[in-house]
């Protein structure tokens, strides 16, 4: 078995602001795990709101005594000495379990989903984020998007009334809102969720911060709107803290440790009748291949990372009017521009 790695910086199409920062590049972790003449592809974007920087990712994948995933197939193991390096990196660890995924598909010949036995019939629409800025900028944000039905608009700034006007005066389209823990005081949060229905928003992503649960609780028993969960729930075991306060969670590959938590989190949202959307951070064709392998399983999809950046080295998953479209090539379906 052969690692190696690298990093790469994302230029984004345009300043990517939420309510507690801005990029307009992102640099992310490239894996490449070798072995039998395979090579299975992986992608870390960490988070530093998760503590994690291009450098943390580099310094653990550094730690990774690769003779010891001497058996791709053997997932759970694999898993489990990745986790007793670190119980965070959480990117870090996904980077490799996408990679092993990738390289597991590979030798078998069949793509990811298949051997979930899921269909890509099943695929969801996924929405196109628009992200705070001027009411002329999102204006243009919004006519560019006009191929993707379904819109994530970001809020939980001073602005958040201008830019959903902005939004409603150039389109009717199905809107989600995210507010990335912007709105602190209840009563002004459920104001806002009061708002948000009036103007057909279809639900509303953390409201408040993640350390406020009672709070969020009390707005979800009034809130007309469902309410799910990013920053409170990072992995398997937040799933059923935040049960009673969300009507659903978001499932991140890069917070929650790769593709195998990732559907241990599908299914236990599942036994608690939970809704499940999965996210993404700004990243390649990679990673958001690998997370639309399990997209079938999935009742909302924020999928787009790779359609908000310029320079994506990748090819994989497609979207066509919205759907998310997965090929039938093995592992998680993407080959490198310009060759294999």
């Known amino acids: ?6 990093t790469y910086d994302l230029q984004l199409q345009h300043t990517f602001t939420i309510a507690r920062e801005s990029s307009d590049v992102s640099t992310v972790v490239f894996v490449e795990l070798e072995h039998d003449g395979i090579t299975g592809y992986g992608e870390a974007a960490p988070s530093e709101r998760y503590g994690e920087t291009p450098d943390t990712v580099i310094d653990f994948l550094k730690k990774v005594e690769i003779e010891k995933i001497d058996d791709p197939f053997l997932i759970e193991r694999n898993a489990g000495y990745l986790e007793s390096l670190s119980s965070k990196d959480y990117s870090a660890r996904t980077a490799i379990d996408i990679a092993l995924h990738d390289w597991v598909g590979k030798a078998l010949g069949i793509p990811l989903y298949k051997m979930w036995g899921l269909s890509p019939d099943d695929t969801p629409k996924t929405t196109f984020t628009i992200g705070i800025d001027t009411p002329e900028k999102i204006k243009e944000k919004v006519r560019e998007a006009e191929q993707y039905p379904l819109l994530k608009i970001k809020l939980g700034g001073e602005n958040d009334e201008e830019i959903l006007d902005a ?102 949202a599942k036994s608690m009748k939970m809704s499940i959307m999965m996210g993404c951070m700004v990243e390649s064709s990679v990673a958001i291949s690998a997370a639309a392998q399990l997209s079938p399983l999935l009742d909302y999809a924020d999928l787009d990372g790779n359609l908000l950046i310029t320079n994506d080295p990748f090819e994989g998953v497609m979207v066509e009017n919205g759907r998310l479209i997965l090929s039938d090539k093995p592992g998680i379906g993407v080959t490198k521009k310009g060759g294999t």
């Open 1 to 6: 078995m052969k690692l190696r790695y690298h």
């Open 167 to 268: 939004v409603r005066s150039v389109t009717d389209k199905v809107l989600r809102v995210d507010a990335n823990e912007g709105w602190t005081i209840r009563e002004i949060a459920l104001e806002k969720i009061v708002w948000l229905q009036r103007n057909e928003v279809e639900f509303v992503e953390q409201p408040m911060p993640a350390d406020m649960v009672l709070e969020t609780a009390w707005l979800r028993e009034r809130a007309s709107i469902p309410v799910i969960a990013d920053e409170n729930v990072v992995t398997l075991y937040d799933v059923p803290r935040v049960r009673g306060a969300f009507d659903g969670i978001n499932i991140k590959l890069m917070k929650c440790g790769g593709l195998n938590a990732a559907l241990k989190m599908i299914y236990t």
